[in-house]
């Protein structure tokens, strides 16, 4: 009986492992279908006799997007939302455009470890490692050079030259989500307490309300 109760905890564990990324497809594609009323953990499966090349192409990615904005970068996503082959295939890309100085704000991708990989420009990254050390670690990136930022952990980048910049990113992950911690928290809807977020980050209220303004 022991025997048998130990086999089946060590079956949980390896299920739970099993579990922890994208689920393995199960057919040769599963393309979304994004039109379908019914709720699964991902997207439902189109027809597979109904899918055609078109679903599994994916255009402009080599067209620049605009940076005009505070921040001064913009990413152009290529997840199951936009790409519906990309349905339980467990990997998506993204653009990433930084007009000189830009940043992409320190953020988390829940669901997916990413691998970035510049293609012009001079780039500064680095991710934090979680608590209680709370580690930066950070590196100046030039042209051709490779960075894994690890899964949900926080991580940005900026580009640190007077020209634009521009890197591709790829996650492990259809959908791998991303929370800007900036906007999460100051820009929560509603509003997180400012007398929360006062005592969370010690400063005054007031701080607080003004940062969340403009948000």
């Given amino acids: 009986m022991a025997t048998h109760l130990l086999l089946f905890c060590l079956l949980l564990t390896a299920c739970s492992f099993a579990l922890a990324s994208d689920p393995s497809p199960l057919q040769d594609f599963c393309v979304a279908d994004p039109k379908s009323k ?26 620049m997007g605009n940076t005009s904005n505070t921040v001064g970068s913009i990413v152009t996503p290529v997840t199951v939302v936009q790409l519906k082959g990309l349905n339980t295939l467990g990997i998506s890309m993204a653009r990433i455009d930084f007009a000189p100085w830009g940043l992409n704000p ?81 820009g929560s809807n509603p509003d997180i307490s400012a007398d929360i977020l006062a005592k969370a980050f010690q400063v005054n209220a007031n701080v607080i309300s003004q940062i969340q303004s403009k948000f």
């Fill in 38 to 63: 019914v709720l699964v953990n991902g997207v439902v499966c189109k027809d597979p006799k109904a899918v055609t090349a078109d679903d599994f192409r994916f255009e402009g990615l080599n067209v």
């Fill in 106 to 186: 320190p953020h988390t991708h829940p669901r997916a470890t990413e691998i970035l990989t510049v293609i012009e420009g001079s780039i500064l990254v680095g991710f934090v490692t979680s608590n209680p050390e709370n580690r930066l670690i950070t590196k100046l990136l030039q042209k051709g050079d490779v960075f894994v930022f690890p899964q949900g952990l926080i991580h940005f980048q900026q580009n640190v030259g007077n020209g634009y910049a521009v890197a591709i990113a790829a996650l492990s992950s259809q959908n791998p989500g991303v929370i800007t911690i900036a906007n999460a928290v100051f």
